[in-house]
């Protein structure tokens, strides 16, 4: 009955660790979905002002979704 008890204290610490492991994994994969989000995001509104701004809009815009983008990838 003992080495029954370690085989499953074993087991059962494996998968505490790969429970652990799967949430870390789940947490990255859930900042990466909020970025992909927010690009997505961006890029239909630059696409609407490209349709319905004027030239001026147009350029504010597209500048600031460039000088932005370059924004968050140094905080990544």
Avoid at 63 to 73: I, K, N, Q, S, T
Wanted: aromatic letters at 8%.
């Amino acid at each position: 009955m003992t080495e029954e008890v370690k085989r499953l204290r074993c087991a059962v610490a494996d998968l505490i660790g790969e429970n652990e492991r799967l949430k870390a994994k789940n947490a990255r994969l859930e900042q990466e979905l909020r970025e992909a989000t927010l690009i997505i995001d961006r890029v239909e509104n630059l696409l609407s002002k490209m349709r319905y701004g004027t030239e001026y809009e147009v350029y504010n815009e597209v500048y600031r979704f460039l000088y932005e983008m370059g924004d968050e990838d140094d905080n990544v």
